[in-house]
């Protein structure tokens, strides 16, 4: 369909070891010399022939192991694991797409779990007052479904554990959290089914998420990089305990109780008492209160509105920003220590291949030098992907009359993986004929493009306007004989614009630009709903009444406006800056997955919290018709019908009953629009001490997580806006910019030294190196 190239950093002998069935002794410094692949730290000079000891068989493991390294550099893994053949046949069948999308589905249905065990959420609604039983699965079904999970787990840290070999497995705090909870787990699933799965607390169920976090190295090292900010997160949230303290102090002051119960107001509602008071406050830093915790003060005397306006000014938009800026200052230096690790990994296992590839092939590694052939045959056996290998090869390709090549060389064939793919569009057909060479001119241009914008914006206008003249009309009185036609018309432009544009490229060149893609199946489909329409209603005409049909007109019409409205985001990659904004978009979702994913980690665990300290603790009353006092008494004394309650606003579907709506709830609490209501109801219905709940999601959600992804929404940005403010329109639809967190970070990255990778090679735990520094 397209074909893509890439637009435009000593000296060690190696004696791979193979650790195998004897790893105990030879973790200890005693290899067993007569396997193949087995050695001894070699003391000897650069030259010695004994430094790259080459047996029968041994070539292959010297390729299988460049190899490994290789997609282990490109995917920022450590080289630290077993390098004998058998274990680097395990490694790659384990970092297999196959085996890593296994993985990740027993994650997803572990932690999906939530959404079906009890309190089940499969029902329709979430509301109290209308929710039907849900459906709860039989005892032994979710159990039966995490046993399986749970073995999935128990079977990928068994892997885990043999490739590195026992030293490093004990200096892995990540894997033996690992073994924790997954022994945690099915000691909690015993016990679940011996209680014939009765019991009200499943302590497993906070442990999941941990099972999506040691699966991303990604995610540990921002989740690292989050523990080393909070103490500068301290200082500023202390800075702002003291804010809050110190006007809650002058409120209650200011707003004491009088002698005369009209002036009482504000007291009454916002500083009856201590709590009550700093609840108000923190409320109002959020602007959620804003300005209903001033009016009962502000009608009595306009200047108490200075107070307000000096709380809001100094903690909301002085003390929050530079809590937003600390946060994204201190995060970014962390992450960009975590990337710098991530750099390293790359280049450690780029320059452990060629130190391999040196003794692949040759008895005497005099030379720091491998072939050019051995480099192309290695480079046809990596994982990775088709349009970086072959912008790879090209380049070994033009070094094959040099026959050999430096670590130098070597290493700067893999700064292709940094570069940004460009796609070659196939060429035009060619044509004979006059008129088809025109018409080929003609709709390849790009102002043809603009055109059909054009036309989409025109359609577009037509059904706004149809819209806002039928906006008080029923479905009855309404007569689609206009805005029917007006469709036919238009998709039948669609279809024309599509099928010049085919003859003007080729299939293979239509197809090679993704709007083309994306506006030619919107076309089809409403060619699709239109013929529908013909072949059930017939031509339409003025006086119209078509009968009626499992589908009504009405709906199908929605439906062919909904997607010609959809396909006027065609113009998104014609104009620069939004096409800049929506790639963005589309990178952060791709590639800054962990940052959400920790995200939906701290969701999931709040929300098993929520259901556990408020589960039923909110039930409404049986009936929802006029509720006297004496029946408001009878129902419960903590209900109220105050205004921007939780109950006189109904809120009523969010509530912590089931996993579901407790998801949704937080989610509204982050939003922080009437955050107020939700804690003012768990506290009257529950305890004072529920305050602290909301307020802790609401500093990690709002405070820290939503800030610091829209930092790195702004760097994620930026990083694109300055690689591509030079280019045209067109050079943006050819370029597609390969964007990472190491990608982003990577001009303010310090590249390692040569003598911090001999010295990280000669650590290896599994090679036996003798390294020496070329002078």
């Not at 554990?161 to 945690?184: D, P, Q």
């Not at 921002?222 to 202390?238: D, F, Q």
């Not at 329409?533 to 909904?562: C, E, G, T």
């Not at 109801?681 to 602290?692: L, N």
């Amino acid at each position: 369909m397209e074909t893509d190239t890439l637009l435009a950093t000593g000296s060690i002998n190696v004696v791979p070891q193979d650790y195998g069935a004897n790893s105990g002794s030879a973790e200890h410094g005693h290899p067993d010399n007569g396997s193949p692949g087995f050695g001894t730290r070699s003391t000897n000079s650069v030259g010695d022939n004994e430094s790259c000891p080459v047996k029968g068989g041994d070539e292959a493991l010297y390729m299988q192991q460049a190899v490994v390294f290789i997609e282990d550099a490109i995917h920022y893994r450590s080289i630290n694991h077993r390098v004998d053949a058998s274990s680097l046949r395990l490694h790659r069948w384990y970092y297999s797409r196959l085996c890593q999308w296994g993985l990740g589905l027993a994650i997803a249905v572990v932690l999906l779990l939530a959404f079906v065990e009890q309190p089940s959420s499969l029902s329709t609604s979430s509301d109290p007052r209308y929710r039907l039983p849900p459906w709860e699965p039989p005892c032994g079904l979710t159990e039966g479904i995490e046993a399986l999970c749970l073995f999935v787990f128990t079977l990928d840290l068994a892997v885990k554990s043999y490739l590195i070999g026992w030293e490093e497995f004990r200096k892995s705090k990540w894997l033996m959290g690992y073994t924790v909870v997954i022994t945690a787990s099915i000691i909690d699933w015993m016990l679940s089914i011996s209680m014939e799965c009765d019991e009200k607390l499943r302590v497993r169920r906070l442990l999941r998420p941990f099972f999506l976090l040691q699966n991303s190295s990604l995610m540990k090292k921002t989740l690292k990089c989050i523990k080393r900010t909070l103490p500068e997160i301290a200082s500023v949230i202390l800075l702002l305990a003291l804010h809050l303290c110190l006007f809650t102090m002058i409120g209650m002051l200011l707003f004491a109780k009088t002698d005369e119960p009209e002036r009482n107001g504000e007291w009454g509602l916002y500083f009856r008492n201590l709590p009550q008071a700093i609840t108000s406050l923190l409320v109002l830093l959020t602007t959620a209160n804003n300005p209903d915790v001033m009016i009962p003060a502000y009608t009595l005397n306009r200047a108490y509105s200075i107070f307000f306006i000096t709380f809001s000014v100094f903690g909301t938009y002085f003390l929050m920003n530079l809590l937003t800026a600390i946060i994204y200052n201190q995060f970014r230096g962390y992450l960009m220590m975590s990337v710098q690790t991530s750099i390293l990994r790359r280049r450690l296992g780029i320059r452990a291949a060629f130190q391999v590839l040196r003794c692949q092939g040759t008895r005497a590694a005099v030379v720091e030098q491998v072939r050019v052939d051995t480099v192309l045959e290695v480079m046809y056996k990596v994982n990775m992907k088709s349009y970086y290998r072959a912008a790879i090869i090209k380049e070994v390709q033009q070094r094959a009359s040099d026959v050999h090549m430096d670590h130098k060389a070597f290493g700067t064939l893999f700064e292709q993986l940094d570069k940004d793919r460009v796609k070659e569009h196939p060429a035009p057909p060619q044509y004979n004929y006059t008129c088809l060479q025109k018409i080929q001119f003609i709709f390849s241009h790009y102002y043809t493009t603009l055109a059909g914008n054009a036309v989409a914006l025109a359609n577009v206008i037509c059904i706004c306007t149809i819209l806002v003249l039928n906006a008080e009309k029923s479905t009855a009185e309404r007569n689609d004989y206009y805005l029917e036609v007006i469709n036919c018309c238009f998709i039948f432009w669609y279809l024309l614009e599509m099928s010049l544009k085919l003859l003007a490229f080729g299939l293979k060149g239509y197809l090679s630009y993704r709007n083309n893609i994306f506006d030619g199946f919107l076309t089809i489909l409403l060619m699709v709903l239109q013929i529908t329409i013909l072949i059930n209603y017939s031509v339409p005409f003025s006086k119209w009444q078509p009968i009626s049909h499992a589908m009504s007109l009405w709906d199908m019409v929605r439906l062919i406006n909904l997607l010609i409205v959809f396909r006027f985001l065609r113009i998104i990659p014609d104009i620069k800056l939004m096409n800049l904004v929506a790639s963005t978009l589309l990178d952060l979702v791709k590639n800054l997955r962990a940052f959400a994913g920790i995200l939906v980690v701290v969701f999931y665990v709040f929300a098993v919290f929520g259901i556990w300290l408020f589960e039923g603790a909110i039930k409404p009353p049986t009936t929802m018709s006029i509720i006297s006092n004496s029946t408001i008494e009878n129902i419960t004394s903590n209900y109220t019908t105050t205004c921007g309650t939780y109950e006189q606003l109904e809120y009523w579907p969010n509530n912590f009953d089931d996993f579901a709506a407790a998801i949704i709830l937080l989610y509204n609490v982050m939003v922080v629009n009437n955050w107020q209501a939700f804690m003012d109801a768990y506290s009257r219905y529950t305890t004072e001490w529920a305050k602290v709940y909301f307020v802790c999601w609401w500093l990690t959600s709002s405070v820290m997580w939503v800030n610091l992804f829209v930092a790195l929404i702004l760097e994620n940005f930026i990083y694109k806006w300055d690689r591509s403010h030079s280019c045209s329109v067109t050079d943006m639809e050819k370029t597609r910019y390969e964007t990472s967190v190491q990608l982003m970070f990577k001009e303010h990255i310090e590249e390692p030294t040569e003598e911090e990778l001999l010295r990280q090679l000669q650590q290896h735990p599994h090679l036996r190196i003798h390294c020496t520094v070329d002078t």
